[in-house]
């Protein structure tokens, strides 16, 4: 049967072995979360480190700060996008993205998309853990405590990897308590991250005068600053969550309320965050003579009690960003490999674990590896799965599920042996092409030994690979009975 409720004729989790109790879709008990909730979330993800050094590294990288921020809005005007589609499909069924994979990968293929998904997840768990190192190590020294910087040649010291291990550990505590605990979190910390960047940015404009720090010069760079792998990069940021947002979107109360949350919480506010990116990067060079990319390292310089202050709450926006955006996703993922084995908790402790195998601190080295390898490239990996997904469910299913062949073997969703290798397909043809200039990009090849054509290829590998895989899976996908 075709179902848009979510729970008609669905089987038990019991000795079911592609379901579990956090796969299943959403009760209509669950479905509470009403626009403001969506929006708070998006205000707890987006106001982090990693959205503060997003403009500052554009800067950093050649661009003028008017450019920065409106190249910051455009992509996340764009990555919006695909954002509600897919959230429509949480919304309307209940199911979680592994499970809304099945449809097009099939239920055992869905595999491979929750599993990339999942190991960037933790690589985006990795990032901001060190983040929050960062801020706590900063802390402490504010108190008085004299932790040691990294030694010459060095990218961590030993005191700031213990920082790196305690706010690690703090994550598990919301994984273990749930989703109710994420959305509680964001409803409280949002306000009170939304008037600490207020705060700085009154008292940059207190210290400078605004005139003085919008008129700096941009930053010459040998060949320019590159705008299309920027905004690629840019677009890359949130292509995580444009796939994994049924995780939320299945609790919504109605499509209304995730689209106004999505679209009130996201473009507007990565936009106003990156500008107070600008401000802290432009301010910590006029006032103490050195750009800080870090907002830790211009906060250090404020004083004692404005640096504990700012430093507690880059604490917090890191949490907050760090369990919903990083957390939530890969514990559903990694349930998907084995649904009567691992639980959301069991998945969030397992990408926890992974997270600690990343190495941010050499990652977050310089400005062009964080913008260019890293968003690019993860990017690109996923622009293809969400292309897939687009297609797939509006194009192909006309936005129609078989709920209950999301959950058994020999179904609408079995294709060959639970793959579904047009999906496969779809997915290489979409991707392959752009690897060239992303080990080009990252160092791996010498960029000589790549021709232009693909090395220019890797500055559109979201939109590329989305169209690629998207085409080839439309041209192929057998339409449902």
Not at 28 to 50: E, F, N, S, T
Not at 230 to 257: C, H, M, Y
Request: glycine letters at 10%; one cysteine or more; a positive charge.
């Amino acid at each position: 049967m075709t179902s848009t409720s979510a729970a008609a004729a669905l089987p038990s989790a019991a000795g079911n072995p592609l379901a579990n109790d956090d796969l299943l879709p959403a009760t209509p008990a669950q479905r509470h979360w009403v626009w403001k909730d969506y929006a708070a979330l998006w205000v707890g993800m987006v106001i982090c480190v990693p959205t503060y050094t997003m403009a500052s590294s554009m800067l950093d990288q050649g661009f003028s700060w008017q450019n920065a921020i409106w190249l910051v809005f455009v992509a996340n005007c764009i990555v919006l996008v695909p954002m509600v589609l897919i959230g429509r499909a949480g919304a309307k069924h209940g199911i979680p993205f592994p499970v809304l994979a099945r449809a097009p990968f099939g239920v055992i293929g869905a595999n491979l998309p929750a599993v990339l998904r999942g190991l960037v997840a933790c690589g985006w768990f990795s990032i901001n853990c060190y983040f929050g190192a960062l801020a706590l190590h900063g802390l402490c020294n504010t108190l008085g405590m004299g932790l040691a910087s990294p030694a010459p040649g060095e990218t961590i010291s030993t005191s700031q990897f213990v920082c790196f291990m305690l706010f690690w550990a703090v994550h598990l505590w919301f994984i273990w308590k749930g989703l109710e605990s994420v959305r509680l979190l964001e409803v409280i910390a949002a306000p009170l991250m939304i008037t600490a960047s207020v705060a700085l940015v009154v008292w940059a404009f207190w210290n400078v005068s605004p005139s003085q720090i919008f008129s700096l010069p941009a930053k010459v760079v040998e060949g320019g600053p590159k705008t299309w792998a920027a905004l690629t990069g840019l677009v890359g940021f949130w292509a995580t969550l444009a796939l994994n947002i049924p995780d939320f979107t299945r609790f919504a109360k109605s499509q209304r309320e995730q689209l106004i949350g999505q679209a009130v919480g996201l473009p507007i506010p990565m936009a106003l965050f990156s500008l107070v990116g600008v401000i802290g990067f432009s301010v910590s060079q006029i006032l103490y003579g050195k750009a800080q990319l870090f907002p830790d390292g211009l906060l250090t310089q404020m004083g004692p009690v404005a640096a504990g202050i700012g430093l507690v709450v880059i604490l917090l926006a890191n949490l907050t960003t760090n369990v919903a955006a990083n957390l939530v996703s890969p514990s559903y993922d990694f349930s998907q490999l084995a649904p009567s084995k691992i639980s959301f908790r069991m998945g969030g402790i397992i990408a926890a674990l992974i997270g600690l195998l990343f190495m941010p601190w050499k990652l977050l080295a310089t400005s062009g590896g964080y913008l260019f390898t890293w968003l690019g490239g993860y990017g690109t990996l996923l622009g293809a799965i969400a292309g897939i997904l687009l297609v797939d469910y509006y194009l192909v299913r006309k936005t129609e599920l078989k709920i209950d062949d999301l959950y058994k073997r020999g179904g609408e969703y079995e294709y060959s042996g639970g793959w579904n290798l047009h999906a496969v397909i779809a997915f290489a043809l979409g991707v392959l092409p752009c690897l060239p200039g992303y080990l080009a990009v990252s160092g791996v090849i010498p960029t000589a030994s790549v021709p232009p054509l693909l090395l220019g290829l890797f500055d559109f590998g979201w939109f590329f690979s989305l169209a690629v895989a998207g085409i080839y899976y439309y041209l192929t996908a057998k339409k449902p009975r």
